[in-house]
């Protein structure tokens, strides 16, 4: 064990990995917010939606959480150009992702859902509000609260573990970036090291921005790390 | 012409009716209280004149008009008309005091938000609340709360307000701010349905009593006819027993 650890090649291309990380955050955004909406259709039609409906939002989430998030990345890749469908790698990941978060987000925002008081559902009936905006009024913003916590921590999920899939179809993530740079100057240890803790910085600069996120709109007291 | 008129009223909970029949009027301004044993169908009384439980038969007139519970518009303009204040007050807990208050008038009657905020500061004057606009339902005692409930109900300007046991899930010290809220309503000419067991004030504010049964109006009439000289053995039993303690 007389490894020599030099890291000047990394830090010379530093700017680079930085890059990556950058599109990982923006990817991790765009594919939550995304997941985000897709998850709260598919509560909001579990919860107050006609049979069908329910029926196929069942479908739609037992066959995503039920297979790798690779398979379903790889389907967009390489199994719809088949029938003429090209999207770009980044595109397949975003959606991949969206698609992906969203049926995880469908369970956990339904509990949220479940949780809703019926009491002030009916007060907002009776004090003129459509079911749409007893949702918006109401609901949201009791289930922002309620399970932001949950939100914040699969949050994460998407951002680390969900976003270098990307890496296996060519998108420029930190993962993708950092295997491109070591496969050139085989400093294999220096940059995973070096990426590693990029990954951490990521999530707690997200954990701390979720946790003053959650204390200014919805008065959650979580613990900032 | 009544204010409200009930006529005939059924209601049903599922394949179960609760309603059999349900009549009585109150005229404008006026109060009018329905008293009984509970599950005599007090509440669905209410509930049924705001559109939450269908009535299967009967008629419900404002004014002499008759809402046509079959018609989502019907429904909501009835809404615009009576405001009910539930038991358990169901204030929004996501949002302030004055929020609650100014919510429905702002997004859903999109009355400018200026002018509805100064009117929902006036009647948290009203119930006494003045200092807690910005404060939390949940950082409010259960009287308090549902003062909010009542200036919330307030703020929509019903011509008719219906409370449903407003003071039963109060600690006794609290049922009194409640009870002056309701007379001071009454000063001001508000038409009210009343469901209480605080039978003192209802005999002190109510123009007329309806006694009600297992989902029947078992007899109608003066506070001090229906208390002192209850013509039916129901009645004289119930207040017999609520009465005495
Ligand atoms: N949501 C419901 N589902 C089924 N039955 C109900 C429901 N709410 C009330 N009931 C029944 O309807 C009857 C009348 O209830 P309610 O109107 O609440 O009476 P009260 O307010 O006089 O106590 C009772 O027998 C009660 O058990
Ligand atoms: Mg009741």
Wanted: proline letters at 3%; a neutral charge.
């Amino acid at each position: 064990m007389d490894y020599t650890w030099q890291f000047n090649v990394v830090w010379r291309n530093f700017d680079v990995l930085l890059q990556g990380a950058w599109l990982t955050f923006q990817l991790g955004v765009f594919a939550f917010a995304g997941g985000t909406l897709v998850g709260l259709i598919g509560a909001a039609i579990k919860t107050y939606g006609p049979l069908p409906a329910r029926l196929l939002v069942d479908v739609y989430v037992v066959f995503i959480t039920n297979t790798p998030a690779l398979i379903q990345i790889y389907f967009l890749y390489f199994g719809l150009p088949e029938v003429g469908v090209r999207w770009s790698s980044e595109a397949c990941v975003l959606i991949g992702l969206t698609l992906n978060a969203g049926a995880y987000l469908t369970l956990i925002l339904r509990a949220g859902f479940l949780s809703v008081r019926t009491t002030e559902m009916e007060a907002g009936e009776t004090l003129g509000m459509s079911r749409l905006q007893q949702i918006r009024y109401i609901v949201v913003p009791h289930i922002a609260k309620s399970i932001y916590p949950a939100l914040a921590n699969f949050f994460i999920v998407v951002l680390v573990m969900g976003t270098s899939v990307g890496a296996l179809i060519g998108v420029d993530e930190l993962t993708g970036t950092a295997i491109n740079l070591s496969t050139v100057n085989y400093r294999w240890l220096e940059y995973f090291t070096v990426t590693a803790g990029l990954y951490v910085v990521l999530t707690l600069v997200a954990s701390v921005g979720l946790a003053l996120l959650g204390r200014w709109a919805f008065r959650v007291k979580a613990r900032i790390v | 012409m009544p204010h409200l008129a009930v006529s005939g009223v059924h209601a049903n909970y599922g394949a179960l009716e609760v309603l059999h029949g349900i009549s009585f009027d109150v005229d404008r301004g006026g109060i009018v209280s329905l008293v009984g044993p509970s599950g005599s169908g007090k509440s669905t009384v209410l509930r049924t004149l705001v559109g939450l439980t269908r009535a299967t038969r009967g008629t419900v007139e404002i004014d002499g008009d008759v809402i046509d519970y079959r018609s989502a518009r019907a429904i909501r303009a009835a809404r615009d008309r009576m405001a009910i204040v539930f038991q358990q007050y169901n204030l929004f807990q996501n949002m302030t005091v004055l929020r609650n208050c100014t919510l429905a008038p702002v997004k859903i009657k999109r009355r400018p938000r200026s002018e509805v905020e100064a009117e929902a500061r006036d009647l948290l004057a009203l119930v006494g609340l003045a200092d807690k606009a910005d404060a939390y339902p949940d950082e409010l005692s259960g009287g308090q709360q549902q003062r909010v409930a009542i200036a919330r109900a307030l703020a929509l300007r019903p011509d008719i307000l219906l409370l449903d046991e407003v003071t039963s899930a109060l600690d006794p010290e609290l049922v009194g701010e409640v009870l002056d809220t309701i007379r001071r309503l009454s000063d001001e000419g508000m038409t009210m349905l009343l469901v209480s067991h605080e039978m003192g004030f209802v005999r002190e504010v109510s123009n007329a009593v309806v006694f009600m049964d297992a989902g029947r109006v078992v007899e109608t009439g003066s506070p001090a006819q229906i208390f002192d000289a209850p013509r039916s053995d129901r009645a004289r039993d119930f207040f017999g027993k609520v009465l005495r303690h």
